[in-house]
């Protein structure tokens, strides 16, 4: 009997283990090894390709950190200076080369997005990390240039994408003059340009009270058919500077140039002018950013003190003092741009003449260069880094093939005079 039973094989058990269980393990473990473990089984492919498992991640995890900062050089092309060193994210150091032949000339970074927007009407929403794109379908019907432009992404992994159009009625101007010409990232005197170049010493831009949204949907596959106007009291001009709106929410915030808020909201189609804060009147450097908590920060700096004074917009139209940041030894850089201030006011980056941009720690007072750009390089985007990859449907991969020098819409183009310009009067 005893020789029966030894005799028997043993039953295989067949082991299952709770997706629960599975979900949490991994809910706790590094982004970068959560993909590795993609390919151990079809079921932890299936928990990590939900939606509901990447909301998840997020909202458990830490916030988003500024991995970098992108700028468009003098030949157009997009570069990336990182910030911290410590993050695993090798894509955003190797950028399709196809994508830096794209002649950009405006750029957001929304959500661990850009929009590009090129000089032949392009429009790309590109993701560094994952190198995927989505291309957005020209309009239709052409106006005349953009004043401003911002991203907006959606729970459901869709975007809106908006841009704002001046309309011609009831417009006036404000004139801009040219303070320098470069060519190939050289100075050019005044004396050895071109005769006809002596009219354009000086600049308008236009400012008006009217101004239509135009938004395309990836959830439908199509610009809005509705015409989206807004009329304001007040004559209003988008600062040059900050074409990209931040992105909070439904909600898109522009800076326009007399130092008020533009705040456009997707829901209920319709925008609002958002007066700045009192005490933010003759303060310089101007700019809008998305705090910690998902709350609009108003920044502006006093070259006097070397103080950067920060506001919080509670209840859509009241400004909140929140801190003034010393700024030691910045007394002989001219601050032209704040480009980003960290979560709980540890730190600061800003831009500076001659073109650098620099990281303040406001707890050690520690002033860095973080890179050094070229002379004519107006743009810089801050780039955060979502704790988990953002997804999008209806994106594809980027072509792993660039196109060929033949190909490039620059090559063998002559070298572009650029213009420096300030305002003047009105």
């Known amino acids: 009997m005893v020789k029966k039973l030894l005799s028997k094989k043993p039953k295989k058990i067949k082991s299952v283990i709770n997706e629960d269980v599975v979900t949490e393990i991994l809910l706790r473990l590094p982004t970068k090894s959560i993909f590795k473990f993609k390919s151990t089984s079809k079921t932890w492919l299936k928990i990590i390709n939900d939606p509901w498992f990447a909301n998840s991640y997020k909202s458990s995890n830490d916030l988003p950190v500024l991995a970098g900062l992108f700028n468009v050089n003098y030949n157009y092309e997009l570069k990336f200076s990182p ?69 907006i992404h959606e729970n459901d992994n869709h975007i809106k994408v908006v841009f704002a159009y001046k309309l011609a009625s009831d417009d006036i101007q404000t004139a801009l003059e040219i303070h320098r010409f470069t060519r190939d990232n050289k100075f050019v005197d005044r004396d050895e340009l071109p005769q006809h170049w002596s009219d354009l010493i000086v600049k308008w831009q236009c400012r008006t009270k009217d101004i239509e949204f135009r938004v395309y949907c990836s959830k439908k596959k199509e610009w809005n058919s509705k015409i989206l106007v807004s009329t304001f009291p007040r004559h209003v001009c988008f600062e040059p500077q900050q074409q990209a709106g931040v992105s909070i929410g439904g909600d898109l915030y522009w800076m326009t140039l007399d130092g008020s808020v533009l705040d456009y909201n997707s829901k209920r189609e319709a925008a609002e002018l958002i007066s700045a804060p009192a005490a933010s009147e003759g303060l310089k450097a101007k700019s809008l950013h998305c705090s910690a908590n998902g709350i609009l920060v108003y920044c502006a700096c006093d070259r006097k003190t070397e103080e950067v004074v920060i506001w919080e917009l509670i209840d859509r139209k009241i400004w909140a003092a929140k801190k003034r940041v010393q700024l030691h030894g910045v007394k002989h850089l001219h601050l032209e741009m704040i480009l980003y201030v960290c979560h709980e006011m540890q730190a600061v980056f800003f831009q500076t003449r001659p073109k650098a941009v620099y990281r303040f720690g406001v707890s050690e007072e520690k002033l860095e260069v973080i890179c050094h750009l070229c002379l004519n390089v107006d743009q810089v985007t801050p780039y955060l880094m979502s704790p988990w990859p953002a997804a999008l449907i209806g994106d594809e991969a980027w072509p792993s093939s660039s196109s060929s020098p033949s190909e490039n819409k620059n090559s063998g183009s002559k070298p572009r005079l650029l213009i420096h310009y300030n305002r003047i009067y009105e």
């Open 83 to 151: 910030v911290n060193h410590h993050l695993k994210s090798p894509s955003l150091n190797h950028l399709p080369l196809d994508l830096k032949d794209l002649s950009v000339t405006d750029m957001l970074s929304s959500n661990g997005f850009l929009l590009l927007c090129t000089s032949d009407e392009e429009k790309i929403v590109y993701n560094p990390v994952t190198r995927r794109r989505l291309m957005i379908p020209k309009m239709k019907r052409n106006n005349e240039w953009y004043h401003a432009f911002g991203l």
